[in-house]
C-alpha cells in the first residue's frame, strides 16, 4: 500500500505497508512450521497451504483461493521513505506477537486470506507464557490475536488502520497449549470505516469461545510518523 499525501511534515511519498525489491536484508517469516507447532497446528496449516496453489490439468500450478500471508517481527525495517524514516527503522520496536524468541512460548500463528470471499483465517496455537485463568488463555493474548488477524484483514482491504473498537464476547475459556481457529469476514465498508466480523473457534468447530466485531477506520500513515 502506498501513502503519498503531502504535508508540510511528511512531504515525501512513503511505503509503509510493501516489501520493497531489493530487500537489504531478506525478512525471516515467522509463520512457517518450527518443531513446537503440535499435530493440530500442522493439520491446519497443512490443509489451508494446500489450497494455495492448484495443480493444472496436463501439468503446471497456479494460485488458488487462499494465500498465506508472511509474518514478520519488525514492519518498518522494510519500509522505504528515506530519511524521513530513519529515526523509526534504527528503533528497536518489534511486533508484539513476534517478540519472544522460545518457539511455542507465546504466540504461534499463521493467518490465511482468500480475497474472494473476503475472508482471512488464523490458525493460532497459545503457549504456557500466555496463561491466565490457569490452565487457560489469557483474555488480553485472546484479544491481541482477534486484533492481529482482523487488523490483518481490514489492512488487505483498505491499506494502513488503526483500530478504533473491538467488541469482544468471551463465550468460553482456551485451553493453554490448544489450537483454536480464528476466522475473520468483512461486515461491511463505510467510507474510512471498515466493520470486521471474527469468531474464535475450537479447531473441529464444535466450541464458539469468542464472538467479536471490530471497527478499523482508514489512516493516513502521516497520522503515526508525526507522533513518532
Ligand atoms: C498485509 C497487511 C500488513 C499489515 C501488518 C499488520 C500486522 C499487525 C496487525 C495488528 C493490528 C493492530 C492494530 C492496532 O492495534 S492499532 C492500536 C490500537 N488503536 C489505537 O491506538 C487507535 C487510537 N485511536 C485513534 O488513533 C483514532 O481515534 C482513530 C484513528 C481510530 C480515529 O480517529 P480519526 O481522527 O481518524 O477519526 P474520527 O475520530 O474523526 O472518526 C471518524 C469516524 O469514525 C467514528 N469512530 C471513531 N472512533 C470510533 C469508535 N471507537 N467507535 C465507534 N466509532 C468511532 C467517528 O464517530 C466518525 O464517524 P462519523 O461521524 O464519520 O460517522
Known amino acids: 500500500f502506498t501513502h503519498s499525501r503531502s504535508s508540510p511534515s511528511c512531504s515525501s511519498s512513503v511505503q509503509l505497508w510493501t516489501l520493497p525489491l531489493p530487500f537489504l536484508s531478506k525478512p525471516r517469516d515467522f509463520s512457517v512450521p518450527n518443531s513446537s507447532w503440535g499435530p493440530e497446528m500442522m493439520r491446519l496449516y497443512e490443509h489451508y497451504n494446500s489450497q494455495c496453489e492448484v495443480e493444472m490439468e496436463g501439468g503446471g500450478k497456479r494460485e488458488g483461493l487462499w494465500r498465506k500471508l508472511p509474518s514478520y517481527n519488525r514492519i518498518l525495517k522494510y ?32 493467518l490465511f486470506a482468500n480475497s474472494e470471499e473476503q475472508k482471512c483465517v488464523g490458525i493460532f496455537q497459545a503457549g504456557h507464557l500466555l496463561e491466565g485463568p490457569p490452565g487457560h488463555v489469557h483474555g488480553g493474548a485472546i484479544a491481541t490475536m482477534i486484533d492481529t488477524v482482523t487488523g490483518t484483514h481490514a489492512s488487505m482491504l483498505s491499506g494502513p488502520v488503526m483500530t478504533a473498537n473491538l467488541n469482544i464476547n468471551y463465550r468460553s475459556p482456551i485451553p493453554l497449549g490448544s489450537t483454536v481457529l480464528l476466522e475473520s469476514c468483512l461486515d461491511k465498508k463505510e467510507g474510512r470505516k471498515i466493520i470486521i466480523t471474527c469468531k474464535v473457534m475450537s479447531t473441529d468447530g464444535s466450541k464458539v469461545h469468542t464472538e ?17
Open 79 to 110: 519500509a522505504t521513505g528515506g530519511v524521513y524514516l530513519s529515526k523509526i527503522i534504527q528503533s528497536k520496536a518489534r511486533l508484539f506477537t513476534r517478540n519472544i524468541r522460545e518457539p511455542g512460548a507465546a504466540f504461534e500463528y499463521v
Open 212 to 228: 467479536t466485531t471490530a471497527l478499523f477506520l482508514s489512516i493516513n500513515v502521516c497520522h503515526l510518523l508525526e507522533r513518532a
